[in-house]
């Protein structure tokens, strides 16, 4: 599929979502107030908030052969009260992925990617200055089911999310460091940093407006990837279940020349509050 045909059809999401949300009869005082609370958790990485966002990928220009690759991230965010002024924030990144190959003569590869899992340890309430933070272990699993959709190393290190909200603004900065410390020997060792700050503005209809970074840096190949993102999204209810609709694009400022061109996101988020 041509580029411009992609964005044509993601233009028209944006505007199926932006008809939605204008579409949306005004709820009772209650109701609106628990959809803005709602909405206000969803730009919160680390909010007391059981989701499962299903990121979909499509990555253009790999390699090449200008390859194609398909990666549905399965996120599940978990929150677990520790005691009055603690929460445990388990953040998971299952990918499925379906890649062509980047070079001539190449097989296309598909299946399960590595496993990246980071626990937030998270003060309850904010601090004096309004600032949420959370930090704790990142763990890498070599969960890939073929060779060129995984590392096939254990690895570990920090990771730590701070941020602010304030009249519908959400800004902050995520990050994690993993090395690796076991694994296949044949395989290079990893050292990769990664760095995603985002802007975020929700409106008073719960349409949010985003951007950000999710870059990278590999200490070993001394290469940085940095594919910047743009994203809408909406809250909505299908029936009973409150779900968010997102769509978003990315270029890639920076990269090596196995790196993608650009890529289209879709997101279906579930949200199960308490």
């Not at 990121?55 to 052969?65: L, M």
């Not at 090596?256 to 308490?274: E, I, N, Q």
Request: net charge neutral.
């Amino acid at each position: 599929m041509k580029r411009t045909e992609l964005l044509t059809a993601m233009l028209g999401c944006g505007l199926m979502l932006a008809t939605v949300a204008m579409a949306q009869e005004a709820a009772p005082t209650d109701e609106a107030a628990k959809a803005a609370e709602l909405a206000k958790k969803l730009s919160n990485p680390i909010a007391s908030l059981i989701s499962v966002p299903i990121q979909s990928n499509w990555d253009f220009g790999i390699g090449p052969e200008n390859a194609q690759r398909f990666t549905a991230n399965i996120q599940p965010v978990i929150p677990f009260s520790l005691n009055q002024d603690w929460n445990l924030v388990a953040r998971t990144i299952v990918p499925v992925v379906s890649a062509q190959s980047p070079f001539p003569g190449g097989e296309s590869q598909s299946g399960l990617g590595d496993v990246l899992q980071s626990f937030f340890f998270s003060p309850k309430a904010a601090t004096s200055g309004g600032w949420i933070w959370g930090a704790g272990p990142a763990l890498l699993y070599p969960t890939a089911t073929e060779d060129s959709l995984g590392a096939d190393k254990w690895a570990a290190g920090p990771t730590i999310v701070v941020l602010k909200q304030s009249h519908g603004w959400t800004y902050g900065l995520l990050g994690n460091h993993l090395w690796s410390y076991a694994g296949n020997a044949d395989r290079g060792d990893l050292s990769a940093t990664f760095v995603q700050p985002f802007v975020s503005f929700t409106t008073k209809k719960f349409m949010t407006f985003g951007l950000n970074t999710e870059s990278s840096y590999d200490w070993k190949g001394d290469q940085w990837t940095v594919p910047l993102n743009v994203s809408v999204s909406q809250l909505l209810k299908v029936g009973k279940q409150p779900i968010q609709l997102g769509l978003g694009y990315k270029y890639v400022a920076e990269g090596s020349d196995m790196a993608a061109d650009w890529g289209l996101r879709f997101v279906v988020t579930l949200l199960f509050p308490k």
